[in-house]
């Protein structure tokens, strides 16, 4: 192979990811986004201050996880601790959110 050739197939390789990259974390084509209003949460479109649900943590404090899964979107197991069992919660495990002792 040619130095050429080689460098023009690690750029199409290299955009090839970035697309798929792209297309797994769900950016919306430019232009087709919803507008938010100035005080509203980005990701749900809801005032932050009014939450419908009280929000209610456990106690204790997440452990410190020192191995992580190279997944680009790991799948969460719960998302908050009211969905964990006992006293466990819900913490960043190694691969995503997972319903964990704490410390």
């Known amino acids: 192979m040619r130095p050429n050739s080689f460098l023009v197939l690690a750029v199409f390789l290299f955009l090839g990811i970035l697309v798929a990259q792209a ?5 919306p084509p430019k232009g087709q986004g919803r507008v938010l209003v100035k005080g509203q949460d980005p990701v749900r479109g809801q005032d932050p201050v009014k939450a419908k649900v009280p ?16 997944m680009l979107n790991p799948p969460n197991r719960c998302l908050r601790d009211t969905q964990c069992p006992g006293a466990k ?3 960043k495990g190694a691969c995503g959110l997972a319903c964990l002792d704490p410390q």
């Open 55 to 70: 929000v209610s943590t456990k106690p204790g404090s997440c452990p410190h996880i020192l191995i992580q899964c190279a």
């Open 89 to 91: 919660k819900c913490c």
């Open 23 to 27: 297309a797994v974390s769900g950016v």
